[in-house]
Nanobody, 120 residues
């Protein structure tokens, strides 16, 4: 599975962005997907996950209620809608795929990240 994240950029605090992650290769619909982020000087952290069916989702406490993960299996794409952005959301965001639905970082496949910068 090859993954390509896009949609990052510079946004003011309180604004919104939607990240996309396009997948190619083996059957996308059989993989659960996750979003992670890494800020400068910090460890990579879990943001959100969605089960292969789209029937279950999970969020980090820091983003719950502001971010929404979704997927379109027909388009082989997973999305992360980010609302009410805060400066502490600034990070490189990565999408990942794994046969198992989980919130830990041991995903099998990773894409290149996309930078999100939230200014005051």
């Amino acid at each position: 599975v090859q993954l390509q994240a896009s949609g990052g950029g510079l946004v003011q605090a309180g604004g919104s962005l939607r990240l996309s992650c396009a997948a190619s290769g083996r059957s996308f619909s059989s993989y659960s997907m996750g979003w992670f982020r890494q800020a400068p000087g910090k460890d990579r952290e879990f943001v959100a996950a969605i089960k292969w069916s789209g029937g279950s989702t999970a969020y980090a406490a820091s983003v719950k209620g502001r971010f929404t993960i979704s997927r379109d299996n027909a388009e082989n794409t997973v999305y992360l809608q980010m609302n009410s952005l805060k400066p502490e959301d600034t990070a490189v965001y990565y999408c990942a795929a794994d046969p198992r639905y989980k919130s830990e970082s041991s995903y099998e496949y990773w894409g290149r990240g996309t930078q999100v910068t939230v200014s005051n």
